[in-house]
């Protein structure tokens, strides 16, 4: 990997320079004729790089990508904006509930998110397979911010397995709310 982002550093470079040199005034028609045609070369060269390095988030079959994207959207859409901060907040400010009330009504729409989670994965290690998807990239928050408001884990282990996996990986390590520069 280390090698491929070298060579497509090194090959962006080269385009660069062949880019000035075919627009300097100075460069002669054949001149510019040759800066072109490696030009070319290297462009191929830097798409194919381009796609050695791309990480594909869905997996390429259609019952792979469905199953994904549900249970990406299982949590954007019915477990994160329900812990979010603002929704807590407003239920601590506007609507005066005790910090108890807000910890029992988190806990319940985390565990019945969860329960709909750990009946849709197919760890191997990750979510669905050997490759990170989209779905890991919106588990590992959830689980994160499950263990912060100590919500029991112990009924999801394929939830807990596949959020151990992608931790493993330094991406997720260094996306850690800890990790962060304005971490308190």
Same mark, same amino acid.
């Given at each position: 990997?280390?090698?491929?982002?070298?060579?497509?550093?090194?090959?962006?470079?080269?385009?660069?320079?062949?880019?000035?040199?075919?627009?300097?005034?100075?460069?002669?028609?054949?001149?510019?004729?040759?800066?072109?045609?490696?030009?070319?070369?290297?462009?191929?060269?830097?798409?194919?790089?381009?796609?050695?390095?791309?990480?594909?988030?869905?997996?390429? $079959?259609?019952?792979?990508?469905?199953?994904?994207?549900?249970?990406?959207?299982?949590?954007?859409?019915?477990?994160?904006?329900? !812990?979010?901060?603002?929704?807590?907040?407003?239920?601590? !400010?506007?609507?005066?509930?005790?910090? /108890?009330?807000?910890?029992?009504?988190?806990?319940?729409?985390?565990?019945?998110?969860?329960?709909?989670?750990?009946?849709?994965?197919?760890?191997?290690?990750?979510? *669905?397979?050997?490759?990170?998807?989209?779905?890991?990239?919106?588990?590992? +928050?959830?689980?994160?911010?499950?263990?912060?408001?100590?919500?029991?884990?112990?009924?999801?282990?394929?939830?807990?397995?596949? $959020? /151990?996996?992608?931790?493993?990986? +330094?991406? *997720?390590?260094?996306?850690? +709310?800890?990790?962060?520069?304005?971490?308190?």
């Amino acid at each position: 990997m280390v090698a491929a982002v070298k060579s497509y550093r090194a090959a962006q470079r080269e385009i660069d320079d062949l880019e000035s040199l075919i627009a300097d005034p100075a460069t002669d028609a054949e001149m510019r004729a040759i800066a072109e045609s490696e030009k070319r070369e290297l462009e191929t060269r830097r798409t194919a790089l381009e796609q050695e390095l791309r990480v594909t988030l869905l997996p390429k $079959d259609a019952i792979g990508r469905a199953k994904v994207r549900a249970l990406a959207e299982l949590i954007a859409c019915d477990i994160h904006p329900l !812990n979010n901060i603002g929704p807590l907040r407003y239920l601590k !400010n506007e609507m005066h509930q005790e910090q /108890a009330a807000i910890d029992t009504w988190y806990r319940h729409w985390v565990l019945a998110g969860f329960e709909a989670l750990e009946a849709l994965i197919e760890p191997s290690p990750y979510c *669905f397979g050997k490759q990170v998807t989209l779905a890991d990239i919106c588990l590992v +928050p959830q689980l994160y911010n499950a263990r912060r408001l100590k919500v029991p884990l112990d009924g999801f282990p394929k939830l807990v397995g596949a $959020d /151990a996996a992608c931790m493993k990986l +330094p991406a *997720f390590d260094r996306a850690r +709310p800890e990790n962060q520069p304005d971490a308190e």
